[in-house]
Nanobody, 120 residues
Framework: QVQLVESGGGLVQAGGSLRLSCAAS????????MGWFRQSPGKEREFVATINMSGSTTNYADSVKGRFTISGDNSKTAVYLQMNSLKPEDTAVYYC?????????????WGQGTQVTVSS
């Protein structure tokens, strides 16, 4: 059974940095897409960044381009999100997710989330 566990969230001042980690167990994630999504109170869950664990191709939401970096480890069992120049609007619960290359996110695996709070 696939399990995703996020860590690294917390409280940071605007302009600061945080690094989120997602540890995956139950399989290795070759030919999978792993990603980070976030949800703020009263808003729908939104895409932040994804990485193709086979080829390392990355994709970012416009709101985080140039500030956030997604990466995966060589064992294909972890993914990270380096967040720099954080803004109050980045405050949200951040979720790690994984899906097969041709699958859909709703049918993929999701972590429980980690809270990121950016104070102004």
């Amino acid at each position: 059974q696939v399990q995703l566990v996020e860590s690294g969230g917390g409280l940071v001042q605007a302009g600061g940095s945080l690094r989120l980690s997602c540890a995956a167990s139950g399989r290795t994630f070759n030919n999978y897409i792993m990603g980070w999504f976030r949800q703020s109170p009263g808003k729908e869950r939104e895409f932040v960044a994804t990485i193709n664990m086979s080829g390392s191709t990355t994709n970012y939401a416009d709101s985080v381009k140039g500030r956030f970096t997604i990466s995966g480890d060589n064992s294909k069992t972890a993914v990270y999100l380096q967040m720099n120049s954080l803004k109050p609007e980045d405050t949200a619960v951040y979720y790690c997710a994984a899906k097969s290359y041709y699958g859909v996110w709703n049918s993929g695996s999701w972590g429980q989330g980690t809270q990121v709070t950016v104070s102004s």
